[in-house]
């Protein structure tokens, strides 16, 4: 009873800030956070038509949730190719990379506002029969509406933030999350502590299975002929470097990262560094900033060549990141050095075979890291700050048994834990959803056939 007083409240709250929202989304479309097109999608306004049939939506707020469902999307169109699906994602980074490496029949649309008149347009255009949302996304007038219309809900690679987690357990809030929590069918944590937090948050513990962690799943989109010679041109020109990356970097880490870069230098000339920041933006500011102090540094985005004395390379781009794993042989994993982040997925570094490092503040990758230490501990090295990664960075450059030791570590603990995921998440969605939707189809069209049946018999 509690938590619906809880929820009627929010949705009060929400239905009255609506008008506030709505400029607040104007002032990111001017600022290019939104698309300049297809930001009322953010309203719920669709600007494609709903095919007939079946349909399940997958949602997934940004471009790494994206990439890590977009396997078990294809899966599931293999299997269920009668169903149609919709796909959401929020941000633009998101749209900007997956809508080039969507199946053509996957519809893709921005997800809708957490508002009562944005879900509830979205909600009654689409008609979803499933709805698979991924990873933190417990937005209540969203599953509460869901849960209003019949709609079945599932939670895969299911997590809450240690912060999130310390929010919703206080008293005020446990009962809401604990309604919200009692509307799925299943929810698929992406590790044990993560059940152990939705149990205690009162997720009914009969809906609650595993699977593994899906991103362990590297999907493999390609390149295209332009993009295959751009590679191999500048691989042919890393060739003679010493290189390493540093991957993910976010605002203040790059402080730490061109420290070492200036040490490793003075020890070995011949070093590159290649910087790829969390957002594009950041690399361009990183770029003139050192073009200031007389560095020579080359833009990804420029397309330019290396150049004899060019030591830092900042890759301002989107989308890139899984190839330029395949261009070094070590990757420094950003969003983990100063309190506060919570690290990135190691996974695709592990899958390249890079010889992988990290700092302390990983977040919720903290399984991720252990699991793979378990399995070899010279899979991921953890350091605590600038002096150990230098440390670490000196004794890879120049002990290349180390190296290849480390690099061979990642690759098969990647291995080890990659298998079978999308399987055993298939097999759950079919338990959970599909059996059951195609049997309410089957039931349905008999009833349907009875029906005409009996009006030819009896005509009027």
Not at 67 to 96: D, G
Not at 183 to 211: D, E, H, M, W, Y
Not at 258 to 279: A, E, G, K
Request: glycine content about 6%.
């Amino acid at each position: 009873m509690k938590g619906l007083v809880l929820y009627k409240l929010y949705r009060a709250v929400s239905y009255g800030l609506s008008p506030l929202i709505r400029l607040h989304l104007r002032w990111r479309r001017f600022r290019g956070l939104e698309h300049p097109h297809r930001w009322p999608e953010r309203l719920g306004h669709p600007s494609l038509s709903r095919p007939p049939g079946p349909l399940i939506w997958f949602h997934a707020v940004s471009l790494g949730e994206g990439m890590i469902a977009l396997p078990v999307i294809k899966h599931c169109i293999q299997r269920m190719p009668h169903f149609n699906v919709l796909f959401t994602t929020t941000t633009m980074s998101a749209f900007e990379v997956l809508s080039n490496w969507l199946p053509s029949e996957i519809i893709f649309q921005f997800s809708p506002l957490d508002t009562p008149a944005s879900i509830h347009s979205f909600l009654q255009y689409w008609k979803p029969n499933a709805i698979v949302l991924m990873e933190s996304e417990l937005w209540p007038n969203l599953i509460m509406d869901a849960s209003k219309n019949g709609i079945t809900l599932t939670l895969l690679n299911a997590r809450i933030s240690e912060k999130s987690f310390e929010i919703w357990s206080r008293p005020m809030l446990l009962p809401l999350i604990s309604l919200m929590l009692s509307k799925f069918s299943l929810i698929v944590p992406l590790s044990t502590v993560q059940g152990i937090r939705f149990q205690l948050l009162q997720a009914p513990p009969s809906i609650i299975n595993f699977s593994g962690d899906l991103k362990y799943v590297i999907e493999d989109f390609g390149v295209n002929e332009r993009g295959k010679i751009n590679l191999d041109n500048l691989r042919l020109q890393l060739a003679r470097k010493h290189v390493w990356m540093a991957a993910s970097i976010h605002t203040g880490e790059e402080e730490i990262i061109l420290q070492v870069h200036d040490v490793l230098v003075q020890l070995q000339p011949n070093i590159l560094t290649v910087i790829v920041p969390r957002h594009p933006r950041h690399g361009q500011e990183i770029a003139k900033k050192l073009e200031k102090e007389g560095q020579n540094v080359v833009l990804r985005s420029q397309h330019e060549k290396l150049k004899p004395g060019t030591n830092i390379y900042v890759v301002d781009t989107l989308g890139e990141l899984r190839l330029f794993y395949t261009l070094t042989p070590i990757a420094v994993i950003g969003g983990s050095f100063l309190p506060g982040l919570s690290g990135h997925n190691i996974s695709e570094a592990a899958a390249a075979g890079c010889a992988i490092l990290t700092g302390c503040h990983v977040g919720h990758f903290s399984h991720m890291v252990l699991e793979m230490q378990q399995l070899n501990p010279l899979s991921v090295l953890q350091v605590s700050g600038k002096i150990e990664l230098e440390k670490a960075l000196i004794e890879l450059f120049t002990n290349e048994t180390l190296l290849e030791a480390r690099r061979r570590a990642a690759k098969e603990a990647f291995g080890r834990l990659s298998g079978d995921i999308v399987m055993n998440i298939w097999n759950l969605l079919n338990r959970y959803i599909f059996s059951i939707l195609c049997a309410e189809e089957t039931k349905i069209a008999r009833g349907m056939k009875f029906h005409q049946v009996t009006t030819d018999s009896h005509p009027d």
